[in-house]
């Protein structure tokens, strides 16, 4: 597969030289001391097709039908023009945005812009949105931010999942969900998967306050990503400004006990950038057993070698220890009782995980209209939990690549094509064991202690994906995206407890081959200011390792196929009243079927003898989501400098079909639960956010936001409801400089009102029911300080 691959793309290649095209020529220049600005990024028709070389010059492909430029450079203001003659020589000068606010505004305006050839749900969170709150977790910007998505965590700052589209979180032993760990969808950070090869995402050792970008796809993504069928995220790191070197302090503080010293260098030079990162984060918690203590060092370093290529580098270590105080019962949280579950208590409940993380890019363009980014990784991680259900440890080691070529042809006349096409591969070898746990006999009244051993499992995962996407564009502005991924999913695993007594087999393996993918869109702008676009997309949600073992039997759970989602979706995005406000309007229907049910196995005497997963009904999943931001107000001379409000609204409405559960009753009968035409569990049919930025000429600056979430069944059969709840956050805060100095002081309070709210709901798992918010309002504040060399 991997030959055909590359023979493919060869005569892609060669097909692509007879296109023969004027070229245009020019020269990228700082407007006020005319030096050449080298690695400025040139985007025709919004594809970004070349980079400026050392003496601030660019070449590429034209014709005299018009096209639209784009120049952007950090630190300096994009420029746009509509290019009608290739035969003039440009001399573009950029200009030098005035402040990191500025900058902000510039980057999401041009991100705006370029959405609208993008016929796809996607929001990207800046800095402003991601330091709304404390920054440091990355909650809070989702749920306020990301129609259609909410992210959820069983702690202080552990067990972070996504919930996107209502897909949910993965398989339980009801069928339903998992509250442990993230599947469904990919998280990338700096392009290096942080999705394990078995496609489960653990986000406990990532640290949010260093992430500078947030790029959120909503739908099945697998023509790019693969085992998406939910949607994928990329997270990418603060980057320093070209021109720039700085070291900062900066502290936060809050209610529970809680901590964050950061110290950061950046250096931004005109072909290196690098960003040293360590943070130091701690809390007590908001109920009992609940404290977290984290240590984060990131090292981010990027280098332009030549015109030609560049070099980025991630390293990061992470030390990460969270108290697990477990989940509340339905009359615990009534009665406002969060001293937790005592189970988990006495087994000391936790999770710790110790991490290294690592990859290295290469980007390299071989011509205008080909060029290449590869990225190899590899993560090692030691990491230990316990539960009410016992002890277990895991080393990992997870390494592999990711490499994409970027083509663009200008095909004459009004058609273009640009496109990708790539490859990932991951593997992930770990062993895995868990054991019982017993009362310490020197200590009874304590915590219990490891006890025997339950398993031992080495476990081999590897995924393999191949895919393409393109790009034509067309007269009157249309568009037609169409593409396809491949994916591959191989699980070999050891029983390193064998017993042939037992009769369980040693070794089991299971295939999930040549799952394909599709991806069509269709979009078309007007008036380069509206957009509106037609997609379908398809997704698969393979079984884990979890899944295909009938833990009861050992034996390999043969029938189990992966699930399938397909969506359609229309919608429209804009930039409307002067560019003053910008939309997006998405309306799906996505159906989920082969979702995993649990079927039960009667002992005979009123009991469960086990319980496997099966292959049962679907879900569909009807929404609308719509975000509107608007700068209402701007000006550089009065005391408002900018006031932006913003408001998105998600309307779901899912329902099961087809969608049973067996289970054993109390009197030993056999039953099936029929959950068809319910709602989905865990999702609230309406939510709204909304609030606005104020910021002032003096420094000052503020925001409020407001959040609303429907009620929410937290069981399949519709009898368990959470109450809707609504939140009132706010923060203010004081920005200047003094000589080499930059200053920004801020006090913020979350739940201004003292609403009872929740992180997480257990879904289908009675008693257990809720993973509770602080009760109080929390206040937070901090200082940073930044000196510039």
């Known amino acids: 597969m ?49 980079t400026t070389d050392a003496n601030g010059a660019f070449s590429l492909p034209c014709n005299n039908n018009g096209m639209a430029l784009t120049v952007t450079y950090i630190g300096y203001k994009p420029y746009t023009a509509e290019v009608t003659d290739c035969s003039k020589n440009l001399q573009i000068l950029m200009v030098p945005s005035t402040s990191s606010l500025d900058e902000v505004q510039l980057s999401a305006n041009s991100y705006r812009q370029e959405s609208l050839k993008k016929p796809v749900s996607e929001v990207k969170l800046n800095p402003v949105e991601l330091n709304r709150g404390t920054g440091l977790f990355l909650d809070d910007a989702i749920n306020a931010n990301v129609p259609g998505v909410i992210m959820t965590r069983r702690g ?107 110290t950061q260098f950046q250096m931004g030079r005109e072909k290196t950038s690098l960003l040293l990162n360590y943070g130091h984060q701690i809390s007590d918690g908001f109920m009992d057993h609940n404290n977290s203590t984290k240590d984060f060092m990131n090292l981010v370093f990027d280098f332009r070698p030549s015109e030609k290529q560049q070099i980025s580098t991630y390293f990061g270590f992470s030390n990460s220890y969270d108290e697990r105080g477990g989940e509340l019962t339905i009359e615990q949280y009534e009665n406002e009782d969060y001293s937790g579950s005592q189970r988990y208590i006495k087994n000391n409940a936790h999770s710790e995980i110790i991490s290294f993380r690592a990859g290295l890019s290469h980007t390299y363009s071989f011509t205008n209209w080909l060029s290449n980014t590869t990225t190899v990784f590899g993560t090692g991680t030691s990491s230990n939990s316990s539960s009410a259900a016992g002890w277990s440890e895991e080393a990992p080691l997870n390494y592999g690549t990711r490499s994409v070529f970027d083509l663009d042809f200008d095909l004459g006349g009004d058609f273009s094509l640009s496109g990708q096409a790539g490859l990932e591969f991951q593997e992930k070898r770990s062993q895995a064991l868990s054991y ?21 499992q080495f476990a081999t995962s590897k995924i393999h994906l191949l895919f393409t996407e393109w790009v034509l564009k067309m007269p009157y502005d249309f568009s037609l995206t169409a593409g396809v991924g491949k994916s591959s999913l191989f699980i070999d695993l050891e029983d390193r407890l064998y017993d042939p007594a037992r009769g369980k087999p040693r070794v089991v393996s299971a295939n999930y081959d040549d799952l394909v993918s599709p991806h069509f869109a269709l979009n078309k702008v007007f008036n380069d200011n509206i957009s509106v676009y037609a997609s379908y997309s398809s997704g698969y949600k393979a079984p884990v390792s979890g899944n295909i073992i009938i833990s009861a039997t050992g034996g390999l759970n043969t029938g189990l196929v992966p699930e399938e989602g397909n969506q359609f979706e229309i919608g429209s995005k804009g930039n409307l009243l002067q560019n003053k406000l910008y939309y997006q309007l998405a309306l799906f229907q996505a159906t989920f079927k082969n979702k995993f049910t ?39 001379t009065g005391f408002f ?74 069981t399949s059969d519709g009898l368990n409801v959470a109450d809707s709840y609504s939140l009132l956050n706010g923060k203010i805060g004081y920005r200047t400089s003094f000589g080499q100095f930059d200053l920004d002081a801020f006090f913020g309070a979350n739940n201004i009102t003292g609403t009872q709210y929740y992180y997480m709901l257990f879904l289908n798992q009675l008693d257990d029911a809720y993973i509770p918010a602080p009760l109080d309002t929390n206040y937070f504040g901090g200082v940073n300080l930044k000196y510039n060399f």
């Open 598 to 636: 649990s079927v039960a196995v009667p002992a005979g005497d009123g009991t469960t003898l086990y319980s496997y997963l099966a292959n049962g009904g679907k879900q569909d999943h009807k929404g609308v989501e719509a975000l509107l931001k608007y700068n209402a107000y701007e000006s550089a």
């Open 2 to 50: 991997m030959k055909k691959l590359l023979l493919s793309l060869c005569g892609i290649l060669m097909c692509a030289s007879v296109f023969a095209q004027s070229q245009l020529n020019g020269k990228v220049l700082d407007a006020t001391n005319n030096n050449p600005l080298s690695g400025a990024t040139i985007k025709k028709n919004g594809i970004e097709t070349t």
């Open 156 to 262: 202080v700052s552990s067990g972070q999942q996504f919930n996107i589209r209502g897909y949910g979180n993965g398989v339980g032993f009801k069928g339903i969900s998992n509250n442990f760990d993230g599947q469904g969808y990919k998280v990338y950070l700096n392009n290096i998967p942080i999705t394990a090869a078995e496609n489960v995402t653990l986000l406990d050792d990532i640290d949010f306050a260093s992430i500078g970008s947030v790029d959120v796809i909503k739908g099945p993504a697998a023509s790019k990503y693969g085992f998406a069928i939910a949607g994928a995220v990329n997270l990418r790191t603060i980057r320093p400004k070209n021109g720039e070197t700085s070291l900062s302090q900066k502290v936060t503080v809050g209610n529970y006990g809680l901590a964050r010293f950061t």
């Open 641 to 714: 400098r900018s006031v932006n409000p913003y408001l998105n609204v998600t309307y779901s409405d899912f329902k099961y079909e087809d969608f049973q559960y067996e289970a054993v009753s109390r009197d030993g009968e056999l039953i099936s639960q029929d959950y068809s035409g319910n709602d989905v569990a865990g999702v609230a049919p309406w939510v709204i956010n909304a609030g606005v930025d104020v910021n002032t000429n003096l420094g000052f600056y503020g925001n409020i936001t407001y959040m609303y979430r429907d009620a929410v069944p937290f």
């Open 436 to 456: 019982k746990m017993v009362e310490n006999p020197s200590d009874p009244d304590g915590y219990n202690i490891i006890g025997a051993t339950r398993s031992n």
